[in-house]
């Protein structure tokens, strides 16, 4: 299990999409209503990583006895503090990254991530961390954005990715299929829904989200 003087070396700093991040995308009209939904009915011990702001702890049920929130970025961990203080279900703000989770294996009930798999730095091992520290059984909560299914705007996101966007927007990247990634981790993808995460966008830019429930295996 990595420990935490390693996961401290990790900590990423972007200063200023953070400042952006917190300020307009993360509270963003519509997007309350996909969290509360992505949380709904969840009990027991959860690990959220890439918490940002803290904008989902407002909308986890009093069924969760715990929330363990991995954030990496200072700014955006000291405004996550703040909200931590303001839940209503107990939350532990940890400095480290999703490729290396600072806690013991098999020891939460659920995960939850939340618009965080298009900007970490390895998908794959970012997740076989999730499925090391959840329960055999034990749910893995997504609202994420991925690649379009139209060739045009895909086309224009993978050239954004190769560019510009990562380097202005965090290391965000806009053509990740975040469906293919759990499926490749090893999860068993449960309900899911698709939207858009802005109404009226006709741009390339998050052209579509997906909300849902995949699982860690009984046994393996």
């Excluded at 949380?39 to 959220?48: F, H, N, Q």
């Excluded at 009093?62 to 961990?77: D, F, H, Y």
């Excluded at 480290?96 to 009930?109: I, W």
């Amino acid at each position: 299990m990595p420990d935490r003087r390693t996961a401290e070396r990790a900590i990423v700093h972007h200063p200023v999409f953070a400042h952006w991040y917190a300020c307009f995308a993360d509270h963003r009209a519509g997007l309350a209503g996909l969290r509360r939904e992505m949380l709904a009915g969840l009990s027991g011990r959860v690990i959220e990583i890439g918490a940002g702001t803290g904008a989902n702890f407002a909308h986890y049920p009093r069924s969760v006895a715990e929330v363990v929130a991995i954030e990496p970025e200072r700014t955006l961990r000291r405004r996550a503090l703040t909200e931590a203080a303001r839940a209503g279900v107990p939350v532990d703000v940890v400095p480290a990254t999703a490729e290396a989770l600072p806690v013991k294996s098999e020891a939460f009930d659920a995960a939850v991530v939340s618009l965080v798999l298009c900007s970490v730095r390895d998908v794959q091992r970012s997740l076989s961390e999730l499925r090391r520290v959840l329960r055999p059984g034990g749910e893995l909560r997504y609202l994420e954005h991925g690649r379009s299914r139209r060739r045009g705007p895909a086309a224009v996101q993978q050239a954004l990715d190769r560019t510009v966007w990562p380097l202005l927007m965090g290391n965000c990247h806009l053509a990740r299929d975040p469906l293919d990634e759990i499926r490749a981790a090893g999860f068993t993808i449960g309900p899911y829904r698709r939207g858009r995460l802005l109404r009226h966008d006709p741009g390339p830019a998050l052209p579509w989200t997906v909300v849902g429930v995949a699982r860690r295996a009984e046994e393996e």
